[in-house]
Every structure is written in structure tokens, then in C-alpha cells.
């Protein structure tokens, strides 16, 4: 064993395009091991169909370019794609350099996709609220393009019932096994367990409890220091009594008639004890969980521990300098069963001061440790205190501190795919319209034109309540600007959407996010039919002729064309914080430089007696039309001075 290759394995949500099971199109999960797709509950073998997106799936390429990506080139190089000349024309080498041009073919669909930065890519937000000091229970409210209101509410720390939300130390939710839209949330303060159940129209809460047990056990938790779940099991670590428990939960998930709703103690491992102490903790605060293993972070010996889902001691973590850096977050990635460890530090260089994330992932049973530093930048208040995977695409994880949601891929994940704030989480028309309030016209806007715009002075009629020179004395939106985010976390949601849960110290979100299919991209459609790899029907034992040639060049001529004829211009970024963020599109591009050849001159003609060297003008003018199409969707970058905020200024979103 060894670090697993982030490139090998894929799983996403197919919707009857890329394959065929059984004579039909495939609708669901399929997966790719050891180059074969399967069906993902079956382990069936998938046909595939002859589209750019199945050819793209059955590669190591991934959608997972980014604005910065400014420098593009081809994975094969002219040398790889011509014959050389001592090159003897046989099949084998025909098909080499062939497959050569598909494969670069497949790389440049792959950029023609750039993940949004316009996060979360949801057109529909759900979020629970306390309306007002006296309510006794939660409101769900709904804002998407066609209710886009906003709504104030109570912090839940004001509300004298459901105040304990409010002081969230840390969470865990998990969707219902049966019924997708529901979940159950675990919240935990310093002292209290709390429990709901929920769906898209209503909460209920079923617990606030003090004890270790719901019922008939007077032992009250010390001081909670973290909390993990898994679909059957929750845990829960406290840090004065420095042992981790384990409850039974899956009555929550499983629908159970007899067990619905219930958390009931199974075990408990602990003890006060050092560094070299297996089942025994000083401190022990931050959870993490899977079906089979479980992670502690012992915080007093600065020093992460290993159990099974049963307490057995596996391993511990020392590798990671506690001393210096600061422990974030942890999960377990679902598809490679690696951990993720986030840390944080702050580093001072002439006088300023940046706080630093750090990605550390174990693989094969924590043999191997990667260290990255991740390239997003936090502010130096932010807090990390999340670390979520997608349930419906193998590249994708989140991390989440008190003000910000990031999102990564798994194959790149130094790099910066975009990011949202609670005060994001709002939706408006999509168009661009006036509204007359009090013999004033005020614009209303989409959620999207936030770039360059320093709000209290933005004259927006949905600009959160602060007061504008031309409105002065709007009554606020309360319970959005300040509110803090205590826990972010994704579950497989129905079809291809993943499942959102997100609790603040004012709201309660919970929306479904497309996140395998949030790209912006500069092709006219997502997919199209090509020969593609399966393309090539010349058999071994043949005989190479012009006629034999030229219905190979007409396939890889037929897809390369089919790219380019059908992009419409190329991504454009500009600077924001010093990082590169995905702005607009430039239409500005002359395609009728992109082939300047007659089509005749793509293909070999009977008189040509040199016929590696005619293959070889064919294989170069395709070549070179690969290159043109990466220049032609290289990012432009504007050239902007960024503006400046000071205090009295609105945040940037």
C-alpha cells in the first residue's frame, strides 16, 4: 500500500448521458475502480456511452480547473502525437499517437469548466429562526427566486426556550436513512446534549439533557469538548472527565418504532492519563468518526489517538507540532478512508501578520502523512472548527470556520475554489430592477453583483438594515450580520445534490447543493457525443491504407471540431484579496483564427506517396488546433486596483 492516487477513484451522479445499464440509460451513483465504472449499490458494470464526459471519467483528468490556472498546456507534447522518422507506420504505433490526440482532446474539454466561485450554487435556501424573544419554537422560512425576502429573527441566545442554541460549542447532523429531506441535528454546549429531528418544513427538539443518559442517570457531562456521529453512533468527549462516549443514535435515522429518537449509552473509554497512555486522556475535545474507526484529539498531550468503533486502540498521531499550530478540525474522507487534520497558525513576516491553514491527510492505516498549505486565506479572527466531504462527488470537501465555508478538491488541495458567508445564504430576483419606496427609487438586486461594492452605501433595498444616503433610518435585519458559524456538514442528498446543514448562532440552514455540477464554463453545453477513446475500430491485423487512415483522422477530426465549434469565448478573473476569483466571460475572440487550413488538408489524399510524413501534417494541424483551443479559454486577468475597507466599511462577501 501506499498514498492513494486521488486520481484513480471517482464516484459521481450520472443523469443517463455518459452510460447504459441493462439497455437503458443509467440515472445514479456510479463509481470508477481499477478503470471500470460501476453501478454504485450493485457493483454492476456500466456501459459506456460515446460522450466527452464518459471519456473524461474513464481518465485521470478531473473538472477541477481554477481561475489561477492562467498557464495551460496539453498532456502530450507534438512528439508524442508524430511519427519520427525512422518511425515504422504498424498499428500499434498508429494507434499510440491516436490516442495521444483523443487524450488531449478529453484534457482540453476538461478546461473548458472552472468551478464557481458563486457559492453555494443553490437557487433555494431553507433556514430555521427564532422570531422573537418569546417564541417557543423554530420558523422554517424559505428564500429562493421566487419568495426572495428577507426575514429578521432573534439570536438564539436571546430567546428565553431555545437559547442553548445560541451558545453552540460544537455539532454533528445526519440525514435520515429513508427519507433524504430529513435529519437530525446534535448540538452540544459546555454542559448540554441537544438533540432535533427536521425536514424541509419543520424542527422539533427532542432533547436538552445535562446527564450522560436521557433518562434515570443523575451523572451530569463536566465540560463537553467535541462531538462526531456517524449514522448508528454518536460521540461525545468531555474534557473535565477525560473519557469520549458512545451512544446509540440509530433509532434518529433508521425510522425504528421502538428506538425512534432515542440516544442510549453503549460504552465509554477514558481515564485521566498521558501521551503514551492508549485509552486513557488529558483533556480529550475534537471528534471524529466513521463506520469502523474513531479519532480523538488529546488535547492536554497535544497528541491525536486511533480507536475502532468499539474503543480498541489502533495508533496515535504525534507527527503534527501542537505546540506551534493550532488544531482546527478533523474528518474522515468517506471514499479513501483518509484522515484530514486542518491546523492553523499565524505567521508574522515585516510586521504583518497572516494566519495560515495547514492540510494534513494519513492514508493506509496512517503510514503516510501529506502536508499542504492550503492557499485560502482567513482572516486572523476566523476560527476553524468544520471539515465536511460531499456525499455526491469523490473531488470535493469543505472546511468551516465561525465566519466562512471553503470549498476544496481532493486531487488540488492547495488550490482556492470559492468560499461563502451566512450573509450569502439569500437569494433575489435574477434580474436587475427599481422599486419606488417612499418616492425613491432603490435597485434590487441579485445576490451576485456583491463585487466592488461597499454596502452601506450600496442603496440596495436588501442592504441588511444599515442605513444609506439615500434611505437613512432603515430598521435592520437583525440576526445575520454577526452571526457566527458553529458547525458545516454534507450528507448525500436525492439525485446529485448533497445535503447542507449548517447551524449559526442565529439561523439554521439546510438547503441541497449541487456541488458536482456548480462549474461556469465557456462551451455551450455540458456534454456532447464524440468517437472519443472507444472510437478507434482499425484491427491489428489490417492493412494500413489511405482509405483505412483517413476514417481514423475523420473521427478525432470530427471531436476536435466539435470543441471547437462550440466554445464561445474564455473565462476572465480579477484580484480580490489577493486571490484570483472567477469574474465574467470575454466574448472578444476571433474563432476564425483557431483553423486556417482547408478541412482537405486534415486528411491523407491517395497521391501522396510519403504517407508518415501526410499523417504527420494531419496529426500537427489537429495538434496545433489543440494548442489553439488552451490559448483561446486561458483566463483573462484584469488589471484592477483593489478597493480598500476600513472599519466603518462593510464586510467583503
Known amino acids: ?41 450493485s457493483g454492476k458494470t456500466l456501459t459506456p456511452k460515446g460522450t466527452y464526459s464518459t471519456d473524461l471519467f474513464y481518465t485521470e483528468y478531473f473538472q477541477d480547473r481554477v481561475v489561477a490556472d492562467v498557464d495551460l498546456e496539453l498532456p502530450h507534447t507534438t ?97 435520515n436513512l429513508e427519507h433524504l429531506t430529513h435529519f437530525s441535528l446534535f448540538a452540544a454546549t459546555k454542559t448540554n446534549l441537544i438533540s432535533l429531528t427536521g425536514s424541509d418544513t419543520d424542527l422539533v427538539v427532542i432533547e436538552d439533557s ?35 462516549i458512545r451512544y446509540d443514535i440509530a433509532g434518529y435515522n433508521n425510522n425504528d418504532s421502538s428506538l425512534r429518537n432515542t440516544r442510549n449509552f453503549l460504552e465509554l473509554v477514558g481515564g485521566f492519563g498521558g501521551t503514551s497512555r492508549q485509552t486513557k486522556f488529558k483533556k480529550p475535545t475534537l471528534l471524529a ?31 503534527i507540532n501542537f505546540n506551534v499550530e493550532t488544531m482546527g478540525a478533523m474528518a474522515f474522507d468517506p471514499d479513501f478512508n483518509s484522515l484530514y487534520v486542518i491546523t492553523y497558525r499565524d505567521i508574522t513576516t515585516d510586521g504583518i501578520t497572516n494566519r495560515v491553514v495547514c492540510l494534513y491527510r494519513y492514508s493506509d492505516g496512517y503510514k503516510f502523512k501529506e502536508e499542504f498549505i492550503l492557499d485560502d486565506r482567513i482572516a486572523l479572527d476566523e476560527v476553524v472548527n468544520s471539515l465536511t466531504f460531499s456525499g455526491t462527488d469523490s473531488n470535493y470537501w469543505y472546511f468551516g470556520t465561525n465566519k466562512t465555508v471553503y470549498k476544496k478538491f481532493k486531487t488540488r488541495p492547495t488550490e482556492v475554489i470559492g468560499k461563502f458567508k451566512s450573509e450569502r445564504l439569500f437569494l433575489l430576483n435574477n434580474a436587475i430592477e427599481e422599486e419606488v419606496i417612499d418616492n ?28 444609506t444616503n439615500a434611505l437613512p433610518g432603515i430598521k435592520a435585519v437583525d440576526g445575520l450580520l454577526e452571526d457566527s458559524i458553529t458547525s458545516f456538514s454534507l450528507f448525500p442528498g436525492i439525485s446529485s445534490y448533497d445535503r447542507a446543514i449548517m447551524l449559526t448562532t442565529g439561523r439554521l440552514y439546510f438547503f441541497n447543493e449541487p456541488t458536482g455540477d456548480a462549474y461556469q464554463r465557456v462551451i455551450k453545453d455540458e456534454n456532447y457525443n464524440n468517437y472519443g477513446s472507444a472510437g478507434f475500430s482499425l484491427n491489428d491485423d489490417a492493412f494500413i491504407q489511405a482509405s ?22 474564455k473565462f476572465t478573473g480579477k484580484y480580490v484579496n489577493d486571490i484570483l476569483e472567477l469574474d465574467n466571460y470575454n466574448y472578444d475572440v476571433d474563432f476564425k483564427l483557431l483553423l486556417t487550413q482547408e478541412i482537405e488538408n486534415l486528411y491523407l489524399h491517395t497521391n501522396e506517396e510519403n504517407v508518415v510524413g501526410t499523417i504527420n501534417r494531419c496529426f500537427e494541424l489537429i495538434y496545433n488546433l489543440q494548442v489553439k483551443l488552451m490559448n483561446i479559454v486561458k483566463v483573462n486577468v484584469e488589471s484592477k486596483v483593489q478597493n480598500a475597507y476600513n472599519k466603518s466599511g462593510f464586510i467583503q462577501i
Request: net charge negative; glycine share 6%; with cysteine.
Open 1 to 41: 500500500m501506499a498514498i492513494p492516487n486521488f486520481n484513480s477513484y471517482k464516484k459521481v451522479y450520472t443523469t443517463g448521458d455518459q452510460f447504459i445499464l441493462t439497455g437503458s440509460d443509467f440515472n445514479g451513483f456510479v463509481e470508477l475502480v481499477d478503470g471500470v465504472a460501476k453501478e454504485v449499490s
Open 79 to 175: 512528439d508524442e502525437c508524430i511519427f519520427s522518422l525512422n518511425d515504422n507506420l504498424d498499428y500499434s504505433l498508429f494507434k499510440y499517437k491516436l490516442d495521444n490526440i483523443r487524450d488531449n482532446n478529453t484534457y482540453v474539454y476538461s478546461k473548458l469548466f472552472i468551478a464557481s466561485n458563486k457559492l453555494p450554487f443553490t437557487d433555494s435556501i431553507r433556514y430555521a429562526t427564532v422570531d422573537t424573544p418569546t417564541s417557543t419554537e423554530f420558523t422554517v422560512n424559505i428564500s429562493d427566486v421566487d419568495t426572495p425576502e428577507f426575514r429578521s429573527n432573534e439570536k438564539f441566545a436571546n430567546n428565553h426556550y431555545l437559547s442553548a442554541f445560541g451558545n453552540v460549542v460544537a455539532a454533528t447532523a445526519q440525514t
Open 210 to 244: 445535562t446527564g450522560y443518559e436521557m433518562d434515570g442517570n443523575d451523572l451530569a457531562f463536566g465540560e463537553i469538548g467535541g462531538i462526531a456521529s456517524t449514522p448508528d453512533s454518536l460521540y461525545v468527549s468531555d474534557k473535565a472527565r477525560n473519557v469520549v
Open 289 to 319: 468518526a466513521n463506520k469502523s474507526e474513531v479519532a480523538v484529539f488529546d488535547s492536554g498531550n497535544k497528541v491525536i489517538k486511533l480507536y475502532d468503533s468499539e474503543f480498541n486502540f489502533i495508533t496515535r498521531i504525534t507527527s
Open 440 to 467: 425613491v427609487a432603490v435597485t434590487i438586486n441579485n445576490r451576485w453583483n456583491f463585487n466592488d461594492v461597499n454596502f452601506n452605501n450600496a442603496d440596495f433595498i436588501w442592504n441588511l438594515g444599515v442605513e
Open 548 to 569: 483505412v487512415i483517413n476514417t481514423e483522422l475523420f473521427k478525432v477530426i470530427n471531436d476536435t471540431l466539435t470543441l471547437k465549434n462550440n466554445i464561445v469565448g
